[in-house]
């Protein structure tokens, strides 16, 4: 099973780190404006986050006797639920008031994303894990930020937004990915990096297409020294 899910991984991290579209982002770049990136447990950090219930504190913490790794794997599950969520928002709210290139843009991504957020949840389920209904604040200001917003202008934001957000997204799944406990969410997440790699082929095109310019993404990280055996 180990070795299934390590090749679930490299292949999912081959695809984005070979394609040959040049616009497409690789996961081991991220823009500079995005969160930090996960820490050395693989944790996803959930700012904006509402204030922290007894639950959500008991899910966070982990009970007694969980390793270091299932509690960081508990804290991606929580973060991917949120962002999953905002995901789906926002694509329908681009359905509602996108042009026509977005509204195809926002329907593939809700589309997607429901199908993700249901395969998460069903992993969470499995694994004890008590997963968040809304979106974070970051989520709710940009829904609203976007809401405001008509015509090219709309285009424009969430065109942006979705391009950032999925640069971000596949970093922190990635690593997850690596390291995850479970071998069940281990394939769920390369799976779904999959997915968002063909969102941001589809948003880097669209981007091109309605002359957006996106964020510049950040050099490549320098490799790091083999250890020393």
Sequence with gaps: ?????????????????????????????????LPPPAGPQGAVPMSGSQPASATTMRDTLGAPGMTGRQMADKAFLRAAAQGGIAEVRLGMLAVQKGGPGVKDLGQK???????????????????????????????????EKLNGLS?????????????????????????????????????????????????????????ADEGVVLPPRPPRPAAAAPANR
């Excluded at 081959?14 to 770049?29: K, W």
């Excluded at 992993?123 to 894990?129: C, E, K, Q, R, Y």
């Excluded at 390291?179 to 394939?187: E, N, Q």
């Design 1 to 33: 099973m180990k070795k299934l899910m390590h090749l679930a991984v490299f292949a999912a991290a081959a695809v984005l780190l070979s394609s040959p579209v040049v616009a497409q982002p690789d996961v081991a770049q991220m823009d500079q404006n």
């Design 151 to 207: 015509g090219k202008d709309f285009d424009a934001e969430y065109i942006t937004y979705t391009a950032k957000a999925h640069r971000q997204d596949l970093h922190d799944f990635y690593m997850e990915a690596s390291v995850a406990g479970d071998a069940a969410l281990a394939s769920e997440v390369a799976k779904a990096m999959m997915v968002m790699h063909q969102h941001l082929v589809m948003v880097t095109k669209l981007a």
């Design 109 to 143: 991504v809700v589309d997607d994303h429901t199908e993700i957020n249901k395969d998460m949840e069903t992993i969470a389920d499995s694994l004890g894990v008590m997963l968040p209904k809304k979106m974070s604040n970051d989520g709710k200001a940009e829904y």
